[in-house]
């Protein structure tokens, strides 16, 4: 297979869409991955809401349960941001090899830890200090965990040669950055959470709207040619 | 990237290409997301089914739990309908951008909440009043998030200049007509569903009739030309 | 958008890879509510497992369960059939329209619908006559309900001529003739597993091995010519 | 169908292209069960966690439920096995047929109980000696389910021709290999589990490592040619 290339175009041309298969199948997995936990805190929200039907009041019983709505609007932002980051990243893999798959693989199985992490942190927002402490070390490791396996995928990607051989030297660097900034910026909003929950929150939202201001500098900007 | 449309066909060729998997993997992404929304209400149907093996007549059980089967057909259809706006936004974008794919994050956000509000408002159809107006208000707080995210979705792929190229500008106001239409009618049958749950359930089935008929309008009815 | 074909080999490629695409996405959703459906049962397992872990022995707990393992591979195989008979009809569509779109969605209504008949059904296998009767009319309206969508969306298909244009009628009424005999074995299969539910599993799998010996027919058994 | 390669390059292209998407939404459809698979254990996790909040010590209720995370992370690294196997034996299958589709479906049924087998084991690793051995079996049974189909597959896509014409057979030889190999690991992993549960979670760490080391063997290890 390796020196199928000197056969012709239109057996190359198989080659090739099939490698590019090979990275639209690795992104597709992942986004399942990500669509599912992503909505496993809405499922932990419909199970919430109704445990209570004599209740005297309901909007008692919802307020009550807060620290669950927190839990799904923060998890939500957090793996909405591992997507963008997955999706930012992947758009310029064209190649894969099995360490990259093994790397993915792991960054899901962080990614797939955070609802249990979040759910861990609202569970004992009200709770003890030492409490406070374990789940807030758990989010932090996951987070930790998540950034890593980023960081190493794309670190392998560029070792082994599997990005898009268009891809601008600086716009690499750029995306590096960003791997190492993001999980670094979300860690000081969860070392808040730990102080002050409805601190964090704001700190998150100030994140975010940052993230997206500067957001659109790595992607191009210019209109599609037609012809 | 920028300047990349002067280096050749093939290279050209690539970053078009590439530029399309970014469309198709939020669509696949999209997809997951409200397929799983879709099918949470059939799971929770899983679990009330079971729930009393020892009742004395199973078909008395089942008809006691009808607000549940009309949440999965009410939610069911509001998903559908959620999957067929964005099926019919997103075949006209053929570029993202990080701020597209934000707005996106958050519409998502709205719709992996619509099982929660359904749920919530099937409970309390034999509530107390205050109750019925909390809930009816959380379902209409999460209609209005998903229509304002799906029409700035729009507003902004067409003022970044994401959407494709040969889109006639006609079709494009009659998109977003039909982004401003859909949820308002259906705000509409579940302000009957306040007064009278019957009533929005016929509602309901009438407004997704008209929509069927006069839906094909904006889609091509041409014969595809294999050559 | 109707007249686009006259605008050049490249302007109509982009139209109909679009067209392609679009009809991509709704094999990639309907793919996403069936594998939640396929694993909606397995997830069902998981929680009868270790519900009784005080029990004296846990191979008695196990052989107390057959009827939920019963109805996770009886589910397993009929929404694997939809899947397959899914695959075999969508592998035809080049196009959507509206109202394709809408049965589709319906058909998913139905299929999300067979984990709950199915539980329904494996719990009151040792329940009162009328309660298997009930159960087992569910059952018999949920596979019916769902051959009804899968005969409509053939026939619109047909009609709208959304399939591919190079389909041979003959295979076309092949396709046509297996929606309208598949579901009518099961429901044979079905009406059995009402008088004797192991009968049942027999004639299933005998079914099951029927339909895989004569479903190679309406599939290219040519091997691929690369040049 | 069959005789369509005689009616054009345009044509065939239609029909090749359609053959890939194929093969393309096999790969989809296992990828959601897979993915889905892999996070019914997070999901697991999420309910186990929360369910002591009046304990004294949450580290304490943490650690007594060890035999839930080991269940996690082993199955998820089993469940990630599987998706890497299954993307390296479905990279070099472009077409499909009828009892290809069947064979996958019967692995996805085996790869769908794993999660199911792994909690039977890890409630019982302190149980009795037969229960045990009982859920030892089912697990040893669940993994032969898998490895017979896997293996199954690779037979008849190789018999049947449904390969790329360009696979180097001792590529293929190389692959058939791995499928027999892989699962005959994990047995002896499982088998030690069978006698002490720690030893045996390092010997997966190790089976792992060595599969990752020996892994890009089958993997074109070439750069991209973009022209």
């Keep these: 297979m390796t020196g199928a290339g000197d ?18 199948r690795v992104e597709a997995f992942s986004d ?7 909505t496993l805190m809405a499922f932990e929200l419909l199970q919430l809401g109704p445990q209570q039907p004599d209740q005297p009041g309901l909007a008692g019983a919802l307020i009550r349960e807060w620290p669950a709505y927190l839990a799904y609007v923060i998890t939500f932002a957090i793996v909405g941001q591992v997507w963008l980051t ?49 789940t807030a070390a758990l989010y932090v490791g996951t987070a930790l965990g998540e950034a890593l396996f980023f960081n190493l995928s794309w670190w392998w990607a ?55 201001i500067r957001g659109p500098g790595d992607l191009p900007s210019s209109r599609p040619r037609p012809s």
Excluded: C
Aim: net charge positive; proline share 4%; aromatic share 10%.
């Design 7 to 24: 056969e012709g175009t239109e057996y190359q041309y198989g080659l090739r869409s099939e490698m590019a298969r090979d990275a639209s």
């Design 158 to 212: 560029r070792r082994r040669h599997l990005l898009h051989p268009g891809l601008d030297p600086r716009l690499a660097r750029a995306v590096a950055r960003r791997f190492l900034l993001g999980p670094l910026l979300y860690l000081v909003a969860f070392a808040v959470a730990f102080v002050d929950p409805i601190l964090s929150l704001a700190a998150y939202f100030l994140l975010t709207a940052l993230y997206v």
């Design 86 to 134: 997955h999706h930012n990243m992947w758009r310029y893999v064209v190649r894969v090899d099995q360490m990259l798959l093994v790397l993915n693989l792991l960054l899901l199985l962080f990614v797939a830890a955070i609802p249990f992490a979040a759910r861990l942190l609202s569970d004992n927002l009200q709770g003890t200090v030492g409490d406070q402490r374990l």
């Design 32 to 38: 399942a991955v990500i669509a599912i936990v992503l």
